[in-house]
């Protein structure tokens, strides 16, 4: 059984105890424990919030030799390589922190590429 939800299966849990829906139906639904069940109605009752994504980037220490290594690149290049980011922090600033962390605070600050242009990168020869 799983022990962390999805996002839809928590409003799932909201919206079938809305309708009155007993919980151990819904536990059984959703193939989880009915004390997860319990568990996320008491938090969406509590109006608690997950705190998690308000904390700071491991790697924001290192943001400005980022954009620097981003800004020193080539206009036409490819979209950034990660690891050669993180092996350039690594060499040139000692950075001590890891490779998932360089890799979530680039994936956070990076626009996402359209379907379309995503499509055409892979048929486009390099």
Same mark, same amino acid.
């Given at each position: 059984?799983?022990?962390?939800?999805?996002?839809?299966?928590?409003v799932t849990?909201?919206?079938?105890?809305e309708? @009155?829906?007993?919980?151990?139906?819904?536990?059984?639904?959703? @193939?989880?424990?009915?004390?997860?069940?319990? =568990?996320?109605?008491?938090?969406?009752?509590?109006?608690?919030?997950d705190?998690?994504?308000?904390?700071?980037?491991?790697?924001?220490?290192?943001?400005? #030799?980022?954009?620097?290594?981003?800004?020193?690149?080539?206009?036409?290049?490819?979209?950034?390589?990660?690891?050669?980011?993180?092996?350039?922090?690594?060499?040139?600033? #000692? =950075?001590?922190? *890891? =490779?998932? *962390?360089?890799? #979530?605070? *680039?994936?956070? *600050?990076?626009?996402?590429?359209?379907?379309?242009?995503?499509?055409?990168?892979?048929?486009?020869?390099?």
């Amino acid at each position: 059984m799983p022990t962390r939800l999805r996002p839809e299966e928590i409003v799932t849990i909201a919206v079938l105890d809305e309708k @009155g829906t007993p919980k151990r139906e819904i536990a059984r639904t959703l @193939g989880v424990t009915e004390g997860l069940v319990r =568990y996320h109605l008491r938090r969406r009752a509590s109006g608690a919030v997950d705190g998690r994504k308000a904390k700071p980037f491991r790697a924001a220490v290192v943001e400005g #030799q980022i954009a620097a290594w981003c800004a020193a690149r080539p206009e036409d290049a490819r979209p950034v390589n990660v690891k050669d980011l993180f092996e350039h922090l690594v060499e040139v600033h #000692q =950075y001590r922190g *890891s =490779y998932r *962390s360089v890799l #979530q605070l *680039s994936a956070a *600050s990076t626009p996402r590429a359209s379907t379309e242009e995503d499509r055409r990168a892979r048929e486009t020869p390099s």
